[in-house]
């Protein structure tokens, strides 16, 4: 199973978003872990908690490494350089709609290839639809 990261700059967003990811792929199976904050808990990305979380849901299936925006990118670029060679993707995607849609993606056992295009469509899904559309 793929597994999956959120890296968010707060630790209780990148929890939140992992409850929320499970709840909706109706299983715990689903291998997401959350890398969150800084280690004395302040809002910041950790190169150690993002590299800590992808060992923690690594398998030969892959994971994808979700981030909320800037620092949390680049930070996760630098622990993908030092994990080179290892079937891990970064997924540019709208972070709780693509951590919903990689969860459910995860639980039907979905190819990281399957997975990461599906996770992308995070960008275009529509919360409201006008009667005009």
């Given at each position: 199973?793929?597994?999956?990261?959120?890296v968010?700059?707060?630790?209780?967003?990148?929890?939140?978003?992992?409850?929320?990811?499970q709840?909706?792929?109706?299983?715990?199976?689903v291998k997401?872990?959350?890398?969150?904050?800084l280690?004395?808990?302040?809002?910041?990305?950790?190169?150690?908690?993002?590299?800590?979380?992808?060992?923690?849901?690594?398998?030969?299936?892959?994971?994808?490494?979700?981030?909320?925006?800037?620092?949390?990118?680049?930070?996760?670029?630098?622990?993908?350089?030092?994990?080179?060679?290892?079937?891990?993707r970064?997924?540019?995607?709208?972070?709780?709609?693509?951590?919903?849609?990689?969860?459910?993606?995860?639980?039907?056992?979905?190819?990281?290839?399957?997975?990461?295009?599906?996770?992308?469509?995070?960008?275009?899904?529509?919360k409201?639809?006008?009667?005009?559309?």
């Amino acid at each position: 199973m793929v597994g999956i990261v959120i890296v968010s700059h707060s630790q209780k967003l990148a929890e939140g978003v992992v409850e929320l990811a499970q709840a909706m792929a109706m299983t715990k199976d689903v291998k997401i872990a959350a890398a969150g904050g800084l280690e004395d808990g302040s809002l910041g990305t950790s190169y150690q908690r993002i590299y800590d979380a992808i060992e923690e849901v690594y398998s030969e299936d892959g994971v994808v490494v979700l981030m909320d925006m800037g620092s949390a990118v680049m930070t996760a670029e630098m622990v993908l350089d030092d994990m080179e060679g290892r079937n891990i993707r970064l997924v540019d995607c709208a972070l709780v709609e693509g951590a919903v849609l990689a969860a459910v993606e995860a639980a039907m056992g979905s190819s990281l290839d399957a997975l990461v295009d599906r996770t992308k469509d995070s960008y275009v899904t529509k919360k409201i639809v006008s009667e005009t559309e």
